[in-house]
């Protein structure tokens, strides 16, 4: 079983998503993260045992690359995929079974703001990290995120924001959310922002990265 | 020497007198007009006005005729939504919705906006003749995006074949753009690709490469100037854009400027950049935005450099923040001035004096930028100069150059702020105007009474 958690951590990391998937190039005509999950399952391994043990560790290393800067968006989008056919098989397992998530994570781009690749990949590794996560979209009004938070009071924020002009527009979420649920924790990220922004606003967190998300929640959590 | 002739020597990597600037103003200018972004963008006559109110302003080198990356994907059937102060956005992706690459065109010239920008190109030609126009075209794999969204990330790995189809066919969009924008009297082409900052070199390598390597070729043939910008941390990728052959990159604060300068020397391409567009030029004020830039100019140099901020400013840019770049960019003196005093707030060593005084004689310290290259200094020291002369060997007098470490120090020991200025005995006496000789006449002679009671 070891061998086939490691093996399928490869899959996560390198972004094999299927027997017949060409991607990675040196991955091919192996068994892809599709099959792999299958097996394990068959094999009396628990969907929690699977996330454990080759998920959440193959998305960690995906993380800590995109974060030094050795892959890029292409190749976590194919982790993510592979990542997501992984899941296909675990979610009515987790659904049914007595699995504990790590926490729930609220992401959208802030309201004005249309771009949604970096909020994205923060949602894919978050989820691929053991959180669930509830992907509220691009130009997300301050009335929907606290709508939200009512609805799910135990949950982390996360504000993403691409363009200079709509930054401005997470500086009002933050307030707004912080003066109705003063505890609310909110972290914030994307191109222009950086820390001392965020510590302007008064948001909790900033990351460069979907892994410094990651890190951030884990501290919480833990 | 300035406008287009000065840019063309930094991009043919030429020692220039001044650094060329170029602000990269798009629908910022709307801003100068009191324009939202969506009357801007959409009407020649406003981008006509907002380039010459801003050329007044900023007093450029070289400037875009417009920044809109959106204009060919319009020009496709991308639907936009347009918005008030920012540039519009891509909302649809025609290739994701039953459109297949096969019935794509590239569009006429006469369509969308595309003939909006070409007309105010000209009309800028006529009214500017010696500054750069830069004629931005949307890079080839920006505008895949924009016809495939997000989905050709994963048909790169998947499908290569698909995405080099599709790169083939923005590529003939760019050439068309480029070529419309050179008959239009553009002097440079910007070739804007800052999707390109989102993949790895390999895949830059492999997908991209080809395409902008055959632009720059286009554009050299038709003896026009290429810069290549992105937006972005794209420093994986600087190598592989220089290998592509532009005249110039570009790029934003997300890239140190020293290391981009060493790679894009050691490629013979010449660079640009990299005032920072949020926190200083945005969020900063004048000070801080003369400091960025004169840190820019001084980590660029003057082989091959050209200042500008990151990418297109934020609409809402104070426009003074801009003024005072412009200013510093053409005032040597001013440069000097801010280097010095950047200096004094470092730990700069402050220079032990008691020797330097004389109880029998005087002595004047003039603190310059260096009197053979500026004129105000020239002159100081030739005022100090014959004033000393009636005084024989009572006067002794030193020039000290802020060009070199030297000067920076004693100018930080004296307390001296403005240059030029003559310290006589230590007291900062005559400040940035040149005295009548007179003047310094009647203080050395105080002096001299002074130290003979």
């Known amino acids: 079983m070891e061998e086939l958690f490691s093996k399928l951590a490869d899959c996560i990391e390198f972004g094999k998503i299927d027997e017949v998937s060409p991607y990675p190039p040196n991955f091919k005509g192996q068994t892809g993260a599709d099959e792999i999950t299958a097996q394990v399952l068959a094999k009396g391994a628990s969907a929690q045992d699977v996330l454990n043990n080759a998920l959440i560790p193959g998305m960690e290393k995906v993380g800590v690359k995109f974060r030094e800067g050795t892959i890029f968006v292409p190749q976590v989008l194919m982790s993510a995929k592979a990542m997501k056919t992984a899941m296909v098989h675990l979610k009515p397992l987790l659904k049914q079974g007595n699995v504990k998530q790590k926490g729930t994570f609220v992401i959208g781009t802030v309201e004005g703001d249309l771009h949604d690749i970096g909020k994205n990949l923060v949602a894919m590794m978050v989820e691929g990290n053991g959180y669930e996560v509830i992907d509220m979209g691009t130009d997300v009004s301050v009335d929907a995120f606290v709508q939200q938070i009512e609805k799910t009071p135990d949950c982390v924020v996360g504000l993403s924001a691409l363009l200079t002009t709509t930054m401005v527009n997470m500086e009002k979420i933050v307030k707004n959310v912080k003066e109705k649920f003063p505890h609310q924790k909110v972290c914030i990220g994307g191109a222009p922002v950086n820390n001392e922004f965020c510590d302007k606003i008064g948001a909790d967190n900033y990351s460069a990265d979907p892994q410094g998300v990651v890190d951030f929640l884990n501290t919480l959590a833990s | ?223 026009a100037l290429s810069s290549f910008f992105v937006c972005g941390n794209a420093k994986q990728n600087i190598e592989v854009m220089c290998q592509t052959k532009p005249d110039n990159i570009s790029i934003d604060e997300n890239i140190p400027l020293d290391y981009v300068r060493d790679v894009a020397l050691r490629h013979n391409v010449s660079f ?25 100019m001084d980590i660029g140099g003057k082989k091959g450099f050209i200042l500008a901020p990151g990418c297109d400013l934020a609409m809402a840019t104070p426009k003074e923040n801009l003024m005072a770049v412009a200013e510093l960019v053409h005032d040597e003196l001013l440069q000097g001035e801010l280097r010095a005093s950047e200096a004094n707030v470092g730990n700069i060593e402050l220079m032990d004096l008691s020797n330097h005084w004389d109880n029998n004689r005087v002595v004047i310290d003039i603190i310059t930028l260096d009197s053979s290259s500026c004129a105000p200094c020239q002159y100081m020291v030739n005022a100090v100069s014959r004033a000393a002369d009636d005084f024989g060997d009572k006067v002794v007098y030193q020039e000290h150059r802020i060009k070199e470490v030297e000067g920076v120090r004693m100018m930080a020991t004296l307390g001296v702020q403005n240059l030029p200025t003559i310290v006589i005995d230590g007291n900062i006496d005559f400040v940035s105007q040149i005295p009548p000789i007179q003047d310094i006449k009647d203080r050395i002679a105080a002096c001299l009474a002074a130290k003979q009671q």
């Open chain 2, 272 to 296: 640009g950049g990299n005032i920072k567009l949020t926190v200083v030029l945005l969020m900063g004020d004048e000070e801080a935005s003369r400091r960025d830039a004169l840190e820019c």
């Open chain 2, 1 to 223: 020497m300035k406008g287009f002739e000065l840019i063309k020597k930094a991009m043919r990597l030429q020692e220039v007198e001044r650094i060329p600037w170029v602000p990269f103003v798009g629908s910022h200018a709307g801003e100068l007009l009191g324009l939202t972004a969506t009357e801007y963008l959409q009407s020649t006559d406003k981008i006509v006005e907002g380039v010459n109110k801003a050329i007044e302003l900023y007093n450029p080198d070289g400037i875009p005729v417009a920044f809109d990356l959106q204009i060919e994907a319009e020009a496709l059937g991308c639907q936009l939504a347009w918005a008030k102060d920012n540039p519009p956005a891509v909302i649809s992706h025609p290739l994701t919705e039953g459109i297949a690459i096969d019935d794509l065109k590239v569009p006429c010239a006469c369509k969308g906006r595309i003939s909006m920008v070409l007309e105010a190109t000209r009309r800028l030609r006529e009214q500017h003749p010696d500054l750069a126009l830069y004629g931005l075209i949307t890079g080839p794999f920006t505008l895949a995006l924009h016809l495939l969204g997000t989905d050709i990330f994963m048909q790169m790995m998947m499908e290569p074949d698909k995405v080099h189809k599709l790169m083939r066919f923005t590529t003939n969009v760019a050439k068309m753009m480029a070529s419309k924008y050179i008959e239009s009297g553009a002097d440079i082409i910007a070739v804007v690709d800052p999707m390109t900052s989102q993949i790895d070199p390999l895949s830059f390598e492999t997908f991209v490469t080809p395409c902008v390597t055959e632009i720059f070729d286009m554009v050299r043939e038709a003896e």
